[in-house]
Each structure stands twice: as C-alpha cells, then as structure tokens.
C-alpha cells in the first residue's frame, strides 16, 4: 500500500484517503520544519501538502520513492515545479475550490479599509462612543468608481461579478483578448488602468513575471492614489515600495490578504501604518472552500495512484 504523508490535519482528506492508503499525519498543529520535510519527501510515495509546506530544491533532492504531491492550494508557487518534473513526481493543485471564498474576502478587506470597520469597532469596544457624530469614521464609496483588476482567471472574474453589483465600473487587464462584454468591463492596457483606476486589485499567480509588478515605477503611473488590494501572492508587490507609497500617500490605502515575508510581524512598518490593513492569508478560509481543497487534494491523490492523472 503506498503512504502518503497529510502535513497538516485534515479530516475529510483523512476520511477520503484512510481506505486506499497507509496514512501518516502530522500530529501537531504547526507547520513541518525542513528536517521534517526532508524526512517526508525521503520516506513516503505522496505528500498531501498545503502552501505553507516550501518544497524547494533542497528538500525535493532528499525524496527517493516520491512520486506525487498534491497540494491543497490554488496556487502551486510552494514547489519547485522544475525539480519536481526532474525526478519525475507528479505535482497536483486545486484551482477552482477557492474562487468565491477569495473573491468574497477581496470585498471584505477593501470595505473594511475604506469604511474603517475595525476601528470603529475598536472605539466601542475601548468605550469610547458617546453619542452620534456627524464626521465619525467617514469614509468612501465605491459606486460608479474605476475598479481595476489585474489578472483576469477565475478569482479576478468573480471579483469582477461582485463588483458589478457595487456599481463599480470595471478595468481589467488580462493578457490574452476577454470575451465578456459589459458596458461597464472595459479591457485596458496596464498603462490605462493604473492611470485611472481608483481601486487596484491584484489576482495573478506568483511567476518570475509577475513578482514584484507591482513596484516604485507601477506606483508612480497610478494618478488617482489607488488603494491596492492585494489577494493573489505577497511577492507580487515590492514590500519596501508599498511602505514608500503608502507613508508618502502616493497611494491612498492597501488591503492585503497576503504579504511578502509571511507570516509578518508586528514590528514590521506595514503594521504600523493606519491606510494599511492586513489579514493573515485567510483569503481561502471557509467552512466550504476548505473542506472541498482537503476533498478535491486526496481525490487528486486517487486519482494518480489509479493510473487516471
Ligand atoms: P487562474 O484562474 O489561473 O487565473 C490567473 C490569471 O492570471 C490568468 O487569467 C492568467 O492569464 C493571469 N496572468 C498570469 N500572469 C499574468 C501576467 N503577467 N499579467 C496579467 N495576467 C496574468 O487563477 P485564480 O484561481 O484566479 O487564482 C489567481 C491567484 O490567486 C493564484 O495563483 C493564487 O496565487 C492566488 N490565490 C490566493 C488565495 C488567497 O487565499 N489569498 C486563494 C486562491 C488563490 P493567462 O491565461 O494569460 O495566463
């Protein structure tokens, strides 16, 4: 029977695998250290993993029977996919499971930003509140605003849906031709949506192209100081620019679901800026969307190991 390490508990995954496989879960609820990992990659035929488990060169070079991860992510930027198909192991993700949870999430933290919801809860529970004000925690509106979204796959069409249903008027960038037309989902250039974007979200997956797009140079073509919503991956944006742009408000406000180092720390100057909010990668965390990743994760593991990749 092959084994298959799960690096995290999950137990509708375990459920699912537990009558195929000889299963080995990681007991604690952490994340694997390296030895960990290398151990894991050395003595199991496949690995249910999740974004936080880095399988990089140096740990896939330990693997010796390895012939399958499946990871339980949208995203796959965790492995090194060239080192991966070097040894000949098969690398699984689960694209469609975290679309509307992350679509829904990029609404929750743009609005929460915008409209300082965690600052005005922060006031009555502090007992601050005393009575009605007139310029209490203004903020702003998003209807008939310029909603740019740049990456335009699953995540970025659903969040271009949701944002129809604000009023917002839509910029996308996408590079191959869109075919939806909508009077207010307009395709642009990149040039034309930074200059006249009033939101900015970001929605595609981390690749040599796309890491650090967003830096001093794209901030700088921006003319109406978005606020940028960061719900793809923290290395998509230029950390020590986002600061610049935000302390020098060059651009008004971000919104990130995901950062680059993850986990931050508070001590970091991203944490201590007011225009900034930031939530610790939960862009994908439902009920729903998580048990359909573990689900859909040990199906794919089935699914190889009966010939049917
Ligand atoms: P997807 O369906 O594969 O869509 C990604 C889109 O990005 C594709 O349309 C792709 O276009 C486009 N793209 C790639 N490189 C580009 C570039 N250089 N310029 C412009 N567009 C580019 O993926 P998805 O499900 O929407 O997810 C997108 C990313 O969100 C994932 O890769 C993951 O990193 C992140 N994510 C985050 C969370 C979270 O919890 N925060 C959850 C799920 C996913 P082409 O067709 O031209 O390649």
């Not at 960038?173 to 949506?193: D, G, T």
């Not at 890491?211 to 793809?232: D, T, Y």
């Not at 991956?233 to 680059?260: C, F, H, P, Q, W």
């Amino acid at each position: 029977m092959p084994k298959i390490y799960i690096t995290r508990q999950m137990p509708v995954a375990e459920d699912v695998l537990g009558k195929h496989f000889e299963l080995e879960v990681n007991p604690e609820s952490r994340v694997l250290s390296r030895e960990e990992l290398k151990k894991v990659v050395y003595d199991c035929d496949g690995i249910l993993s999740t974004l936080a488990d880095k399988l990089d060169k140096e740990i896939l070079q330990h693997s010796q029977k390895l012939k399958v991860i499946s990871n339980c992510a949208a995203g796959l930027d965790n492995v090194d996919l060239v080192v991966a198909k070097e040894r000949k192991i098969a690398v699984y993700n689960v694209p469609d499971a975290t679309t509307q949870s992350t679509a829904d999430m990029t609404f929750a933290i743009l609005l929460s930003l915008i409209r300082k919801v965690a600052e005005a809860e922060a006031y009555i529970k502090k007992g601050l509140w005393k009575a009605w004000e007139p310029n209490l925690f203004l903020g702003e509106e998003l209807y008939d605003k310029y909603f740019g979204i740049i990456g335009f796959g699953r995540i970025g069409k659903a969040v271009a849906e949701r944002a129809l249903g604000f009023g917002l008027r839509v910029l996308v960038f996408a590079r191959s031709k869109i075919n939806i037309v909508h009077p207010r989902i307009l395709q642009v250039s990149l040039e034309e949506l930074y200059q006249k974007s009033d939101f900015i979200s970001l929605h595609v997956p981390l690749t040599q192209e796309t890491k650090g797009m967003i830096n001093a140079q794209a901030i700088k073509e921006m003319k109406k100081k978005p606020v940028i919503i960061n719900m793809a991956r923290g290395a998509v944006v230029s950390t020590d620019d986002l600061v610049k742009a935000l302390k020098e408000g060059t651009i008004r406000g971000a919104a990130l679901d995901v950062t680059e180092p993850e986990p931050i720390l508070p001590s970091h100057p991203l944490c201590h800026l007011r225009n900034c909010l930031i939530v610790p990668h939960i862009g994908s965390a439902t009920v729903e969307c998580r048990a359909l990743l573990a689900h859909s994760a040990a199906e794919n593991l089935i699914r190889y190991f009966n010939d049917q990749p």
